[in-house]
């Protein structure tokens, strides 16, 4: 949910909240002043009757009026307690029609008070009841206002609440567009966001500096791997050209020919190791820009060529269906890519497998047989996995999905119809 | 084939590398001067003359790219072969351009490095006549034809590339590694399993036999083959 949301939501309900709780508590204010008001006419009336009496030893007369009207019964002495009521008042209205007149009566709310009254040695029981309707109009008068304020409050506090907050908020969304389109690894810095506000400013600063700090680490450690393998290559050089020497000697038994086989074999993977290391870093760094128009046709058949042996030699069946594709690439990069994934095919492979190879305008599919079980996309791309039986260097995947990455191509693994499948998409 | 002995300079600052070389050169009954500097390098290469120069790039006391613009600003005739740990198409066409002949990256086969010198060298002296003659092999460098007395022997691609290997490494055993990488290069990965070039060899010698050629390639005890006179 959207910051503004939360924010307009909290703040109407407490609004509506707050609203209601002093409506009520004004409603009920306003309700009290105006009925005690009615009790004060109540009041002075009973004494008007009272002072009646006293006067003339008899009750006064009962007259009409539009908004009180009193009534007196007879009663046992001391049985009327005096008190405040709420009651009905009937209210006769006289309607004129076309053809006659009449009478009827209507209810409003009524205030009464109930006294008593001795007139000579008779108990009264008086009734004095007043009308509230005008109380009542008056009541919902105020209450219609205010509601009506109420809402215009809340419909002006959302209004400009969106206007504002949008227009103060803009600083941290482009801070944000920013840091979303941050890479740890292109040379662009986060700008500087214009804005005024403190916070802003401040968190604009310190995603400038994260992003600085997280880009230096990244540059050391891309400089340690680098310095790293080129500080491994000239020993591997050494043990290379001393074994090239070694052999050069005579007189071999069977068992130390095998042993200097296996050196060179390890020798071999040891550089393939970190001459695949030295290239990450040089694709991760975008070190390699000599881009020129290919064709990516003739380049695999060209890859394909020169697997001729080892197909042959597995006894592979392969299957081909290229159409011309032409793109703007690294040649180097794209041999890389390509041989790495055909070597994939056969070295996972089992012998009289077989292998397709699909080339259309939008993507680059090869499809091999192996293993009858689908490997985990996720995994075969990251750095040093490899099958327990691969001779590999468990870093051939990561290559080629970093220079993917490098052309904005996609790749991608599944496992259709017992073949694996890996498909770039460009 | 009149044999000539080459003067080599090794350039390069790693004791052990330097040794290799020398020692793999020396034993053609060529002649190598090393400098493991470049204060030393730019001394010999200002006084004496040499049919190739070996220049690594990365020395403690100066840069071979440097010392590659002295020779080539003096015009000394010298082949340079850059050898260096530093394998990026910028480098590599930095040392072209600046007129080495050829580029290594380390780590290298010594048989490698022995047939780009062989080649360079051949492009020097030999000039635009490209014949290579061995007994009764007769190589054409440039038509790319080879020839057991008159007849015409049909080599595919590798295999005329891996006869020409075995030549500029005459009487040296070369590992199966070596010629794995020369064929295929080393961005593919053969996983130790050279079946493939033990045919590429028997179909080199039956090829050359049934033209009447003698047996010149020998398996070296498992290890590799070696091209005996």
């Known amino acids: 949910m959207k910051l503004l949301a939360k924010y307009n939501r909290v703040n109407l309900i407490t609004t509506i909240v707050v609203m209601l709780i002093t409506g009520i508590i004004y409603y009920q204010a306003i309700s009290w002043i105006l009925t005690s008001q009615n009790d004060k006419d109540l009041v002075v009336e009973e004494q008007e009757v009272f002072d009646y009496v006293k ?5 006064p007369q009962t007259f009409q009026s539009d908004d009180q009207q009193i009534t007196f019964t007879a009663a046992q002495p ?21 053809h006659r007149r009449h009478h009827h009566q209507e209810y409003e709310a009524g205030r009464g008070l109930v006294s008593s009254v001795m007139v000579g040695n008779r108990y009264y029981k008086i009734l004095i009841v007043e009308s509230k309707v005008e109380t009542e109009d008056l009541i919902q008068l105020i209450f219609t206002i205010t509601i009506c304020v109420i809402l215009l409050l809340l419909v002006t506090l959302v209004v400009t609440n969106r206007l504002i907050l949008n227009r103060i908020w803009q600083p941290f969304y482009s801070i944000m567009r920013e840091l979303r389109g941050f890479n740890i690894a292109d040379t662009k810095e986060i700008p500087q966001v214009d804005t005024t506000t403190d916070e802003f400013k401040e968190l604009n600063r310190t995603v ?5 700090r997280a880009k230096l680490d990244y540059k050391d450690l891309k400089i340690f791997t680098e310095n790293a393998s080129h500080e491994l290559l000239t020993p591997i050089a050494v043990i290379n050209s001393k074994l090239d020497t070694l052999i050069q000697t005579e007189n071999f038994s069977p068992q130390q020919s095998k042993l200097l086989n296996d050196l060179y074999g390890a020798v071999s993977r040891l550089n393939r190791l970190n001459q695949s290391l030295l290239l990450l870093v040089k694709i991760e760094n975008r070190l390699l820009h000599e881009q020129q128009q290919i064709n990516l046709k003739e380049l695999t058949e060209e890859m394909i060529g020169q697997f001729e042996e080892i197909f042959q030699d597995k006894d592979i069946r392969l299957t081909y269906n290229l159409n011309d594709k032409a793109i703007y690439a690294s040649h180097y990069l794209l041999e890389i890519l390509l041989s790495n994934l055909i070597n994939n095919a056969i070295r996972h492979n089992y012998r009289s497998g077989s292998i397709n190879i699909t080339l259309t305008a939008q993507s680059l599919i090869i499809q091999n047989t192996g293993e009858s079980a689908p490997l985990v996309q996720e995994k075969i791309f990251t750095r040093f996995h490899k099958s327990s039986k691969s001779e590999g260097s468990g870093l051939g995947l990561t290559i080629c999905r970093q220079i993917c990455e490098n052309f904005n191509y996609t790749l991608h693994y599944s496992y259709q119809d017992s073949y694996h499948t890996f498909t770039i998409t460009f | 084939m009149i044999k000539k002995v080459l003067k080599i300079l090794i350039i390069e600052d790693e004791e052990g590398l330097r040794e290799s070389i020398e020692e793999y050169f020396t034993e053609d009954g060529n002649i190598c001067e090393t400098a493991h500097n470049y204060q030393v390098a730019l001394s010999k290469v200002n006084l004496y003359r040499y049919d190739c120069i070996l220049l690594d790039i990365t020395m403690p006391d100066g840069n071979g790219m440097d010392l590659l613009k002295i020779i080539k600003e003096n015009n000394y005739p010298d082949g340079v072969l850059i050898i260096s740990a530093k394998n990026s198409l910028d480098d590599r066409l930095d040392g072209l351009n600046l007129g080495a002949d050829d580029y290594l990256v380390k780590p290298f086969h010594l048989s490698e490095l022995k047939a780009r010198v062989t080649a360079i060298i051949r492009r020097k002296t030999f000039g635009g006549s490209n014949q290579l003659v061995f007994n009764e092999i007769t190589i054409d460098l440039l038509s790319k034809e080879v020839r057991v007395g008159k007849q015409l022997i049909k080599f595919t691609r590798k295999e005329y590339a891996l006869l020409l290997y075995f030549l500029a490494n005459k009487g040296k055993v070369v590992s199966k590694n070596a010629i794995a990488e020369h064929l295929w290069g080393d961005g593919i990965d053969m996983a130790n399993n050279f079946d493939f070039i033990y045919s ?11 033209a009447g050629c003698q047996d010149y390639i020998q398996a070296a005890y498992g290890m590799g083959y070696k091209f005996v006179d």
């Open chain 2, 200 to 210: 590429h060899i028997k179909n080199i010698r039956k090829k050359l036999m049934e």
């Open chain 1, 78 to 98: 001391g049985s009327v307690k005096r008190e405040f009521i709420n009651t009905i008042y009937f209210k006769k209205v006289e309607e004129e029609d076309k």
């Open chain 1, 208 to 212: 400038i500096d994260m992003a600085a």
């Open chain 1, 55 to 59: 006067l003339n030893h008899q009750l």
